[in-house]
């Protein structure tokens, strides 16, 4: 990625003569229209006190090497984008809804909330923006897409009813994703409510409570009776703070839709959570492989608006298309530039869907040996727990100096769509043992293009995952 002088010192907001100084003090004599790398112009900016970060590519799986700015200068702190998990019934819908009632009303008057996807809260001065699709499933389907727009995941466990099998699933898919856990404690108002048995429980999952010398948030809340809310966002924000997050809000927008439909007099609607840069009414956005210019912006109070900055969920009116949940959009010069961008990109994603290499164990030793991957990510599925344990053993006793097995999430029960997804998500492949993946799983497995197979014998799985990493695996079994 290059860049002119000139163009790095409009992005910098500094007179071009200072930048050119910034550059001889590194050591590099440079002219006003003359191009410079990344690193030449961190070293300059350094000199200049200005922070500059490089702008990483998360263009889906399609890249388009134009779309993206090569610098986000001028970082700045963003609210963190939360996601509510859980087992079913622990109270996930009641929290979102008792966090939105409990922070919105009260502070905008009179502001009811309309349902876009995402809402965003205030405490103590501070955003919150928490996307309104509970569940494991949308983030990890959101991800397999290439979209990561979750910061911190607040995970739900009823106190009386402890870690059941949607937990452990939740669980595995935010270590997958790498996102940080806070743990709502949730119904201790029930009778019967054992908060000290969650998070002896949260502990055989690597989940230790903070009181216990670990360093896993728990917070006891009641969704229901509106205890402990305040204290659950507060440690959001620390944890929040802890992360460092930060956005670059003077450059051009960019960001993931969370929600989209074709709305009968509108036309198609799409929420849009902006998560680089400002987003204004009149801007032109290519996303996914529609495009449009921003007719009209509202926010999750159904207020008209402007802009947007990061971290903040968007309306919006004038696409030509319905966009998917999980499309990236960004921001480009105008709207013809858009429109060519995203016709090239529908060509080439119909290109690139017969042709997405995932990892399987056919081309394993391949993909190991070109130094394409380092680890083996396995989901195990399999009728009885006993046997998710032994294959799990047995498989990560394989890892080797070259590459690493590591078994992402083991369950009990048929091969599904969220198990696809997860394996998508983080290049895995699914094994399933006396299970087989459901219809709508077997559809997406094909479409995604993820490696899935079943055995009935143990050490005939082992065989295979051990064949495949020396190579030596026989294409007929
Ligand atoms: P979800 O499936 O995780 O979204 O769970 P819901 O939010 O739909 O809650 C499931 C049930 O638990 C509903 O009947 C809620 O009213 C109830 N519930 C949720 N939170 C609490 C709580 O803090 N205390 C009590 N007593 N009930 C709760």
Redesign the pocket.
Known sequence: EFITVKEFAEKLNKPVAEVIKALIFTGIMAGINQEIDYETAEKAAKSLEVEVVKAKDDSSGISDDDQDDALDVNMEKRPPIVTVM??????????L?AIRKAKVTESEAGGITQHIGAYTVTLNGEKITFLDT?GHEAFTAMRARGAQATDIVIL?V?ADDGIMPQTVEAINHCKAAQVPIIVAI?????EGANVDRVKQELTEYGLVAEEWGGDTICVP?????R?GIDDLLEMVLLTAEVEELKADPNRKAAGTVVESELDKGRGPVATLLVQKGTLNVGDSILVGTTYGRIRAMFDDKGKKINSAGPSIPVEILGLSEVPQAGDKFNEVKDEKTARGMAEARKIKEKSLQQSTMRVSLEDLYSQVKEGKIQELPIIIKADVQGSIEALKNSLEKLSTDEIKVRVIHGGVGAITETDISLAAASNAVVIGFNVRPDNNAQILAEKDNVYVKTYRIIYHAVDDIKAAMIGMLSPDI
């Open positions: 859980g087992h079913v019934d622990h109270g996930k819908t009641s929290l809804d509970p739900v009823a949730n119904k201790i108002d029930v809340v009641s969704a229901k009776q205890i």
